[in-house]
Nanobody, 122 residues
Framework: QVQLVESGGGLVQAGGSLRLSCAAS????????MGWFRQAPGKGREFVAA????????WYADSVKGRFTISRDNAKNTAALQMNSLKPEDTAVYYC???????????????WGQGTQVTVSS
């Protein structure tokens, strides 16, 4: 089992920045790729970004490319999502997730955090 806990969400004005963190415990963190997903009210869970086990490869949704950066620190068992130039449409609950492979589809992720709310005001 891998336990994931997100932090860093909050309320920010459009154009602002937030940094989300995901702390992992349990099985060896660097065996797992990490992903960030988000879910807005009334919508399905949407892929945001993913990073492979070593941190050497990253993937982004087109909607966040150039604004968000995913990273990980295997020594600290943490992953992060730096979000810049935030827009009101980025408002959602953000989840970190772990998987043996690197995927952009939520269904392939085995482990999930509880989520952290990000609200961007216009």
């Amino acid at each position: 089992q891998v336990q994931l806990v997100e932090s860093g969400g909050g309320l920010v004005q459009a154009g602002g920045s937030l940094r989300l963190s995901c702390a992992a415990s349990g099985r060896t963190f660097n065996n797992y790729a990490m992903g960030w997903f988000r879910q807005a009210p009334g919508k399905g869970r949407e892929f945001v970004a993913a990073i492979n086990w070593s941190g050497g490869r990253t993937w982004y949704a087109d909607s966040v490319k150039g604004r968000f950066t995913i990273s990980r620190d295997n020594a600290k068992n943490t992953a992060a999502l730096q979000m810049n130039s935030l827009k009101p449409e980025d408002t959602a609950v953000y989840y970190c997730a772990g998987s043996r492979g690197t995927y952009t589809t939520a269904a392939f992720y085995n482990y999930w955090g509880q989520g952290t709310q990000v609200t961007v005001s216009s």
